[in-house]
């Protein structure tokens, strides 16, 4: 019985989505996936249909109006999931920084580890990360642990977005009441499962930076990351963060 799915946001993805979707299909535990995508006008959304006559039975197109944001998508999947028989759920990139075969990995330190939430990081074993120029790994890097600190979190990656849920932690977090969309998305995600007393499991992997497409990070989304974390910890020392 299939009880993992793997959600894939897009926007322009054409050049790596069938790739990912076979790779995925291609471990050796079954997942689903769902693509999420955002209109996008590369016809990302027409290669999936293409792959659904194939994987007709376990891949899934979610088509949304336009790009409306990353934590959006996700939500947006965690609800559709929530409305199936699935015990996890996956937020995977669609560019291949995130490797389809640590997968298994993640969905081993829920099942077996008994984790609520596997989080696949970069800098829980030093700083793993391939084809990022320094500027870049260092901002990264340095807004973790400034997230780290205001947060109180034990995390060493606490803007990681390879993640397995189990069905328990999205039930209980108030999907609607996420605020942010882009990278500070994956951090009130996690600030909220750590208030809940949920567990949180690092599980060491490599993020390679794509080599096909194009990246979606921009200065409105690191400020939203940077602000929004002390908005967020201020709301929670006054308890009027809502959790569920």
């Not at 007709?56 to 999947?77: N, Q, S, V």
């Not at 397995?164 to 609607?176: A, G, H, N, Q, W």
Request: glycine share 6%; with cysteine.
């Amino acid at each position: 019985m299939v009880k993992g799915i793997v959600i894939v946001p897009t926007f322009n993805e054409i050049e790596n989505i069938e790739r990912l979707v076979r790779n995925v299909f291609s471990q050796h535990k079954e997942f689903h996936i769902l693509v999420v995508d955002d209109n996008s006008p590369d016809g990302t959304a027409t290669r999936v249909r293409t792959l659904q006559a194939e994987f007709h039975d376990k891949l899934f197109l979610e088509e949304r109006i336009g790009k409306l944001g990353l934590g959006t998508a996700y939500i947006h999947g965690f609800k559709w999931a929530l409305q199936r028989d699935y015990d996890y759920v996956f937020e995977m990139d669609a560019d291949f920084s995130h490797n389809p075969n640590d997968l298994v990995r993640l969905f081993n330190t829920c099942k077996r580890n008994d984790a609520d939430v596997a989080i696949g990081s970069r800098y829980v074993t030093g700083v793993n990360v391939i084809n990022w120029p320094m500027s870049r790994v260092l901002l990264s890097w340095l807004a973790s642990k400034y997230v780290r600190f205001i947060t109180g979190m034990d995390i060493h990656d606490t803007t990681a977005g390879f993640i397995c849920y189990k069905r328990k932690v999205l039930e209980t977090i108030d999907l609607d009441s996420i605020q942010f969309v882009g990278y500070a998305f994956q951090i009130e995600m996690k600030f909220k499962a750590y208030l809940l007393k949920y567990k949180l499991e690092e599980v060491p992997v490599i993020f390679t930076d794509r080599t096909r497409g194009t990246s979606k990070m921009s200065g409105s989304i690191i400020s939203e990351a940077i602000f929004g974390v002390i908005i967020m910890k201020i709301k929670s020392l006054f308890k009027q963060i809502k959790l569920k």
